[in-house]
């Protein structure tokens, strides 16, 4: 078993394409017609054959709520690991991306959150693998 697809709300899915491609650097895998929405997946231009990011659309009645909950308590919706958060933060708040929280290095991982524009926040997160070897 492997995962294969996860996914995301998000309130306006052109949006979230233009923000997850131009912002992000995710590149198109699946934009399907599926009834009134698409069916919409980026993946990371690193591993094009790796795990899918469904844009989904927040039509449900429960998601509203739901996200509005995570984003009044400050809790990303989903994290992506980077090389280096300092450079990602600086490279991303340069195209305009706003920051819910700077950069913050716990030991073992560095993080920070961003807002993107569809409704969630997102973690951006910097394992430090000589860290996590010294704790084990």
């Known amino acids: 078993m492997r995962i294969g697809i996860t996914s995301v709300f998000v309130d306006d899915q ?5 923000f997850y491609t131009e912002k992000l650097g995710f590149v198109v895998k699946h934009d399907l017609p599926a ?7 980026v993946v990371s231009p690193e591993d094009p054959e790796g795990t899918e990011l469904l844009l989904e659309p927040s039509g449900h009645p429960a998601v509203g709520p739901y996200k509005q909950a995570l984003v009044a308590d400050g809790i990303p919706a989903t994290q992506f690991e980077v090389e280096d958060v300092v450079a990602e933060h600086a490279r991303l708040r340069d195209l305009g991306v706003r920051f819910t929280q700077e950069p913050v290095d716990y030991g073992t991982v560095s993080v920070a959150v961003l807002d993107d524009t569809c409704g969630n926040l ?7 693998e000589a860290a996590i070897a010294e704790a084990s």
């Open 35 to 41: 009834g009134e929405a698409r069916w919409l997946t």
């Open 14 to 18: 052109e949006q979230a394409l233009r």
């Open 122 to 128: 997102i973690q951006i997160a910097q394992m430090h």
